[in-house]
């Protein structure tokens, strides 16, 4: 079922509910969907519980009968946690929830959270399914019937359709996603490599994937790492941040992430601006934390581009 956009998709999931009900939810979301569920859902008498879900045991501690979803990202953005899909399912099942999956970062090319027993998945298109930085578009999948009738009700309801030169825009892209992908992933590897190298004479710090916490459960239920790499500054200055970010050359300095351009962003005065500090501090996100999204670019200019912005 697609939508305007990603948000479009999410409030789509989020009209499921109704004034009483619960929603357990990662303590690191994109900004824009803890923004929802804060700042309009919350009005509606929704209560959230944003918790730590790489271990997926500690939803039991805030699971009751007024539960009625659970909301997963994963990998998380910007820290790159990863949550035991599997896992959170078992835990919905039992307790007659939906686990509803925002799957933007993986891609379907990298994780099918349905195989794993999610009840929804969402997507922001606008991200690597359209993969060009041209288009914004939502999608939400799921296979049980009364569901997918439920949420088609609301879809025709409340309005957030895409238009049609939306839709061919993405068409065009989905038929090079595989492509992209196998890039972003070797790209990302490269550079997640470069970053680690560098951190003991640069002080940085990576975020990315290979001494992960969960890294076998990323093995489990990805069949790659795809492109999306955070790394912090062991200087702790957000200056010294913001300077990085703006003498790169290849990447841009913009929001978004998907596309087959590279970008670079500074999360806490980007993307997560709207994420109160302490509760940003807390996950990770911190005043010089930088995000990138790697795109498809040739590595050599990648890795060139970030040794001189390094210095
Ligand atoms: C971008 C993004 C969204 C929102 O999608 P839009 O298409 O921009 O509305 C939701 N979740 C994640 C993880 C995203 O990166």
Redesign the pocket.
């Known amino acids: 079922m697609c939508f305007s956009?990603?948000?479009?998709a999410?409030d789509a999931v989020m009209k499921l509910l109704k004034p009483g009900d619960e929603v357990i939810s990662g303590d690191d979301l994109?900004g824009?969907?803890y923004r929802m569920f804060t700042k309009v859902f919350a009005n509606y008498g929704i209560k959230f519980h944003f918790i730590n879900l790489t271990d997926a045991n500690n939803i039991s501690k805030y699971i009751n009968s007024n539960t009625k979803l659970i909301w997963v990202?994963t990998p998380t953005?910007p820290t790159m946690q990863i949550v035991d899909i599997k896992a959170c399912s078992a835990i919905a099942k039992k307790n007659n929830c939906i686990l509803a999956v925002?799957n933007?970062?993986a891609s379907p090319y990298l994780q099918n959270p349905m195989d794993l027993g999610a009840d929804i998945v969402m997507h922001?298109?606008?991200?690597y399914l359209g993969g060009h930085s041209d288009v914004?578009?939502?999608a939400l999948c799921m296979s049980d019937d009364s569901l997918y009738e439920r949420l088609a009700f609301i879809h025709n309801s409340c309005g957030a359709t895409p238009g049609p030169m939306d839709s061919f825009l993405v068409l065009r892209g989905i038929k090079t996603l595989h492509l992209r992908m196998e890039r972003h992933c070797f790209n990302g590897k490269q550079i997640a490599a470069f970053l680690r190298r560098s951190s003991k004479n640069r002080k940085s710090l990576l975020l990315g994937f290979e001494d992960h916490p969960n890294h076998h459960i990323a093995k489990m239920q990805m069949r790659d790492f795809g492109g999306m790499i955070s790394f912090d500054l062991k200087s702790h200055s957000q200056e010294e941040a913001f300077k990085l970010a703006s003498s790169v050359k290849v990447f841009s300095l913009a929001e978004?992430?998907g596309g087959v351009e590279s970008l670079v962003n500074h999360p806490a005065s980007m993307t997560h601006a709207s994420v109160p500090v302490a509760e940003r501090v807390r996950v990770g996100v911190t005043d010089s934390l930088l995000r990138l999204s790697v795109g498809v670019e040739d590595i050599d200019d990648l890795i060139a581009d970030l040794k001189q912005a390094i210095g």
């Open positions: 956009s990603g948000m479009g999410t994109y824009g969907t990202e953005n925002d933007t970062f922001s298109v606008t991200k914004v578009m939502g978004s992430l």
